[in-house]
């Protein structure tokens, strides 16, 4: 068997998410029913990816794994012929995948993934963008798919001062979804507000990981802090509370983007998975 890593991006408008879902349009589907048919497979592909993504979310930066027969590969019939090695093979599978799926989803990269290597468990981190426009004619309507509307103006000074109040790792159980089994402590690494040169308030949000619904809810607080219709330390508040609040409203989808995964040295990957399989305490 041998372990690939796909490096992908995603336009989540018109997906219902990520995870596949039976009789729905998902990213996962698409490129599984894509891989089984390029490589003609006896069974479905599997994919495991870095970071599940809702409805309506994009990413720029995603990865993700799947474990296939070395012979799954000489179904390729690359510019080489029958003579050519693994890394013709793999880039004339990405070339196949450009032709196969909707251009609403790419596959930039197919590599031979490292020993040790598992997409989500082997992941440093995770970085976020979410892009606000709160300009009082609207967002400009070549972006709208990925910037959402704000319609109060939003202090970008009170927004930082309140998101800094979040950092560091915490149990995030006020901003996040319950999941049965599942731990909601993360360790939030950045979060900070800056208004870029087309005026659009840009997110940057960094964590070892998230739980869901996680950085839309953070962003929703923030705002309500920057907009005035909370103080800069409800958020913080919140957080110290560690009960989901009604008052946290969760932010659109369509603003949010998956810009980055990082990894550790080749070396390292192995603990960084037996580590992150861990359930975490305080």
């Given at each position: 068997?041998?372990?690939?890593?796909?490096?992908?991006?995603?336009?989540?408008?018109?997906?219902?998410?990520?995870?596949?879902?039976?009789?729905?349009?998902?990213?996962?589907?698409?490129?599984?029913?894509?891989?089984?048919?390029?490589?003609?497979?006896?069974?479905?592909?599997?994919?495991?990816?870095?970071?599940?993504?809702?409805?309506?979310?994009?990413?720029?930066?995603?990865?993700?794994?799947?474990?296939?027969?070395?012979?799954?590969?000489?179904?390729?019939?690359?510019?080489?012929?029958?003579?050519?090695?693994?890394?013709?093979?793999?880039?004339?599978?990405?070339?196949?995948?450009?032709?196969?799926?909707?251009?609403?989803?790419?596959?930039?990269r197919v590599s031979v993934a490292p020993e040790g290597f598992?997409?989500?468990?082997?992941?440093?981190?995770?970085?976020?963008?979410?892009?606000?426009?709160?300009?009082?004619?609207?967002?400009?309507?070549?972006?709208?798919?990925?910037?959402?509307?704000?319609?109060?103006?939003?202090?970008?000074?009170?927004?930082?001062?309140?998101?800094?109040?979040?950092?560091?790792?915490?149990?995030?159980?006020?901003?996040?979804?319950?999941?049965?089994?599942?731990?909601?402590?993360?360790?939030?690494?950045?979060?900070?507000?800056?208004?870029?040169?087309?005026?659009?308030?840009?997110?940057?949000?960094?964590?070892?990981?998230?739980?869901?619904?996680?950085?839309?809810?953070?962003?929703?607080?923030?705002?309500?802090?920057?907009?005035?219709?909370?103080?800069?330390?409800?958020?913080?508040?919140?957080?110290?509370?560690?009960?989901?609040?009604?008052?946290?409203?969760?932010?659109?989808?369509?603003?949010?983007?998956?810009?980055?995964?990082t990894y550790p040295a080749p070396d390292e990957l192995a603990?960084?998975?037996?580590?992150?399989?861990?359930?975490?305490?305080?």
């Amino acid at each position: 068997m041998v372990r690939l890593r796909l490096d992908l991006g995603y336009d989540g408008t018109d997906f219902s998410g990520w995870a596949r879902q039976p009789g729905r349009r998902t990213v996962q589907g698409e490129i599984e029913e894509a891989l089984t048919r390029i490589l003609r497979l006896p069974e479905p592909a599997s994919l495991t990816v870095a970071g599940r993504t809702d409805a309506g979310v994009h990413a720029r930066g995603q990865v993700a794994h799947v474990d296939l027969d070395e012979e799954s590969l000489g179904q390729l019939d690359p510019r080489g012929g029958a003579a050519a090695g693994r890394a013709e093979r793999l880039a004339a599978l990405v070339r196949r995948l450009a032709g196969v799926l909707a251009a609403d989803v790419r596959i930039f990269r197919v590599s031979v993934a490292p020993e040790g290597f598992d997409a989500r468990f082997s992941a440093m981190s995770r970085r976020y963008a979410y892009r606000v426009c709160d300009a009082p004619g609207g967002v400009d309507p070549l972006v709208r798919r990925e910037v959402v509307w704000h319609a109060r103006a939003l202090d970008v000074e009170a927004m930082n001062a309140a998101a800094v109040r979040l950092l560091g790792e915490h149990d995030f159980a006020a901003f996040c979804k319950k999941r049965e089994g599942a731990t909601t402590i993360r360790e939030l690494q950045r979060l900070e507000w800056v208004r870029d040169g087309r005026g659009l308030l840009v997110a940057t949000v960094v964590a070892d990981a998230f739980c869901h619904s996680m950085v839309r809810a953070l962003v929703g607080s923030l705002m309500a802090a920057g907009d005035g219709r909370r103080g800069v330390e409800w958020p913080g508040e919140v957080l110290a509370a560690a009960v989901r609040d009604s008052g946290v409203h969760v932010a659109p989808a369509h603003g949010l983007c998956l810009e980055e995964v990082t990894y550790p040295a080749p070396d390292e990957l192995a603990t960084r998975a037996a580590t992150t399989r861990r359930v975490r305490t305080l």
